[in-house]
């Protein structure tokens, strides 16, 4: 019996020295733990927060949108991409503020919202999306040469075919027939046949003819 209570003793001796040794590291470090632990949940809900408000904002544009009022849509649209720009509500958001100053004839303000979206989305279909609707203003304004610059840039495949169409209408404002057809043509050959944009285009082509 003494002999295990000498045994116990050494242990508990054994475990006093190696707490004394590393008991403060480890408190400190459990500590640290115990903090990044928090400071994480804490993130967690900050961002969830966030979320939630972007799309209780995103819900009351949705809702301005209904009454046409571009400066009432921009206003709402403004929450949101100067509040939470970095969420996926902000440049669709902008978006739709383009499209009411376009509708609105607001031509400047609409390419300043889409400019926005080109500037801060994360999104390569939102940046895309954004060019085609730009170039669409440039067109109405006579600006072609503007429009196809930005036509240029880079874009995702799948914008291929509406990129290559908007061309070919522009072409066509420019008077420039025979590179219509070709962008037309192009077009056609992107898009796929049971897309009903597919045919818009081809009527586009046929009506240009065989000759200037």
């Known amino acids: 019996m003494a002999t295990h209570n000498h045994e116990d003793q050494e242990r508990i001796d054994g475990l006093k020295a190696w707490w004394d040794r590393y008991g403060t590291a480890i408190t400190i470090v459990l500590a640290v733990m115990l903090a990044t632990a928090g400071a994480m949940k804490a993130w967690n809900y900050y961002q969830q927060q966030q979320a939630q408000q ?14 046409n009022d571009a400066e009432k849509i921009n206003d709402a649209a403004q929450l949101l991409t100067q509040g939470y720009s970095s969420s996926g509500y902000a440049p669709r958001a902008a ?8 509708q609105a004839g607001n031509n400047k303000r609409a390419i300043q919202n889409l400019q926005w979206i080109l500037d801060h989305a994360t999104e390569v279909e939102m940046r895309d999306l954004a060019r085609l609707r730009i170039s669409g203003v440039f067109l109405d304004e006579g600006k072609y040469d503007k429009a196809l610059r930005l036509l240029d840039a880079g874009h995702d495949e799948a914008f291929t075919g509406l990129y290559l169409d908007r061309k070919g209408d522009i072409q066509v404002a420019a008077q420039k027939i025979s590179e219509a ?16 944009y597919y045919n818009i285009v081809q009527m586009k082509l046929d009506g240009l003819g065989n000759s200037e």
């Not at 056609?188 to 897309?195: E, F, G, P, T, V």
């Open 181 to 196: 057809r070709l962008s037309y043509q192009a077009a056609i050959d992107k898009l796929d046949k049971s897309n009903n």
């Open 95 to 102: 978006m739709i503020a383009a499209q009411a100053d376009v």
């Open 54 to 67: 972007a799309a209780d904002l995103y819900a009351l544009l949705k809702q301005v949108q209904s009454g």
